[in-house]
């Protein structure tokens, strides 16, 4: 199905935006910090055209589905939030929408961690930026498209995902302070790729487990006199909080400092340990990780060429990332599936 099938006319403009995979820096983008992610070869890419009637129409080729609502209703539950959000947040802006048809297609695994969403956002705001001429830079795109996810998808998320899917690229490390938007595009550590591996454990409990996770973290800053965690950098502070909260601002406190000393620009044997830090702390002090999760990065860190493993995203299922030798990310993805799935899984390979 293309867009000249679904509506019949020809589409006025084109937009992708890739997903996205964080390398470390995990759940510290709701507490001000750092984080340091990535692009996917993945992207979703929107064609959009004016709707001849009054009515917006969205079809997505992943889903087969198909949601048309007038400007004036409220926004329906299902995919057609992230977009019909976009609409309303430029509107909020100032900006005049008229109806149009989009039609989505992606390539971004749907709910794996990888941003599908953000990359859904960011491409339809890069696409009403070309259909109507609206200036707005890359940055600006970012925070419209967090705002469209909070309000109409009802997912309070930091700017992580969309600063990812708007500003960074494959070949590059995006290193970016969430606090003021600071940003520095850095290169891979020398000689390595990277390999991501989803677990096949849906994310059932992500949002409740993250909106208490963020919660925590408001009480632990709260109760250390700080506006967020992020103003913390020694680990030793947080002795004097109750657990789990003391728990929790310890994994925020030492995974900012993991991303601030592997952008001092280490080798990738050193990157790779900082990731396998990581882990552990979001396994023990966060407590988002789950088994099928820990024995994948298991097998991963016990693989020849895995410089370090991780889970990545917000945890209870999904994703993990590896930092792999160049060239050998295929081989490795391929044995590391072979003997998880043996072990009575179902996970697949998302980026090798
Ligand atoms: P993630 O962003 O990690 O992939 P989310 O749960 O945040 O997972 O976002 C997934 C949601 O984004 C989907 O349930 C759907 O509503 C929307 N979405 C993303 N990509 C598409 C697409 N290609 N077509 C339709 N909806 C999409
Ligand atoms: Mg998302």
């Given at each position: 199905?293309d867009f000249?099938?679904i509506?019949?006319?020809?589409?006025?403009?084109?937009?992708?935006?890739?997903?996205?995979?964080?390398?470390?820096?995990?759940?510290?983008?709701?507490?001000d910090?750092?984080?340091?992610?990535?692009?996917i070869?993945?992207?979703?890419?929107?064609?959009?055209?004016?709707?001849?009637?009054?009515?917006?129409?969205?079809y997505?080729?992943?889903?087969?589905e198909?949601?048309d609502?007038?400007?004036?209703?409220?926004?329906?539950?299902?995919?057609?939030?992230?977009?019909?959000?976009?609409?309303?947040?430029?509107?909020?802006?100032?900006?005049?929408i008229?109806?149009?048809?989009?039609?989505?297609?992606?390539?971004?695994?749907?709910?794996?961690?990888?941003?599908?969403?953000?990359?859904?956002?960011?491409a339809t705001?890069?696409?009403?930026?070309?259909?109507?001429?609206l200036?707005?830079d890359?940055?600006t795109?970012?925070?419209?498209?967090?705002?469209?996810?909070?309000?109409?998808?009802?997912?309070n998320?930091?700017?992580?995902?969309q600063?990812?899917?708007?500003?960074?690229?494959?070949?590059?490390?995006?290193?970016?302070?969430?606090?003021?938007?600071?940003?520095q595009?850095?290169?891979?550590?020398?000689?390595?790729e990277?390999v991501?591996i989803?677990?096949?454990?849906?994310?059932?409990?992500?949002?409740?487990?993250?909106?208490?996770?963020?919660?925590?973290?408001?009480?632990?800053?709260?109760?250390?006199?700080?506006?967020?965690?992020?103003?913390?950098?020694?680990?030793?502070?947080v002795?004097?909080?109750?657990?789990?909260?003391?728990?929790r601002a310890?994994?925020?406190?030492?995974?900012?400092?993991?991303?601030?000393?592997?952008?001092?620009?280490?080798?990738?044997?050193?990157?790779?340990?900082?990731?396998?830090?990581?882990?552990?702390?979001?396994?023990?002090?966060?407590?988002?990780?789950?088994p099928?999760?820990?024995?994948l990065?298991?097998?991963?860190?016990?693989?020849?060429?895995?410089y370090?493993?991780?889970?990545?995203?917000?945890?209870f299922?999904?994703?993990?990332?590896?930092?792999?030798?160049?060239?050998?990310?295929?081989a490795?993805?391929?044995?590391?599936?072979?003997q998880?799935?043996?072990?009575g899984?179902?996970?697949n390979?998302?980026?090798?």
């Amino acid at each position: 199905m293309d867009f000249k099938q679904i509506f019949n006319a020809a589409f006025e403009v084109e937009a992708s935006a890739p997903g996205r995979v964080n390398l470390l820096g995990e759940h510290t983008d709701y507490n001000d910090g750092f984080v340091l992610p990535t692009a996917i070869p993945q992207q979703t890419t929107v064609y959009i055209g004016q709707s001849l009637n009054d009515r917006h129409h969205f079809y997505s080729a992943e889903l087969e589905e198909w949601i048309d609502i007038h400007p004036a209703e409220s926004t329906p539950p299902g995919f057609a939030r992230y977009i019909d959000g976009c609409i309303r947040v430029l509107e909020e802006t100032g900006y005049s929408i008229p109806p149009i048809n989009l039609f989505v297609t992606s390539a971004v695994p749907i709910g794996s961690g990888l941003s599908s969403s953000a990359a859904l956002e960011v491409a339809t705001l890069r696409g009403l930026r070309s259909l109507l001429n609206l200036d707005l830079d890359d940055v600006t795109i970012a925070q419209l498209g967090q705002q469209a996810e909070i309000q109409y998808a009802g997912v309070n998320c930091g700017i992580l995902d969309q600063m990812a899917c708007s500003l960074a690229d494959t070949e590059h490390l995006l290193f970016l302070d969430t606090r003021t938007l600071d940003r520095q595009i850095l290169p891979f550590p020398t000689e390595a790729e990277i390999v991501v591996i989803d677990s096949g454990v849906a994310r059932s409990l992500a949002s409740s487990g993250y909106n208490q996770r963020r919660a925590e973290c408001e009480a632990a800053a709260r109760q250390l006199g700080v506006k967020a965690l992020r103003d913390i950098s020694d680990p030793q502070r947080v002795e004097s909080l109750p657990e789990p909260i003391r728990q929790r601002a310890r994994h925020v406190i030492t995974e900012n400092n993991r991303v601030l000393k592997a952008v001092e620009g280490v080798s990738a044997k050193t990157f790779g340990e900082l990731m396998n830090a990581s882990h552990r702390s979001l396994r023990e002090d966060y407590e988002v990780s789950v088994p099928a999760l820990d024995q994948l990065v298991d097998l991963l860190q016990n693989t020849s060429g895995v410089y370090g493993a991780r889970l990545t995203g917000a945890g209870f299922g999904g994703a993990c990332v590896a930092l792999v030798a160049v060239g050998e990310g295929k081989a490795i993805a391929e044995t590391v599936l072979k003997q998880y799935n043996n072990a009575g899984h179902q996970g697949n390979i998302l980026v090798d």
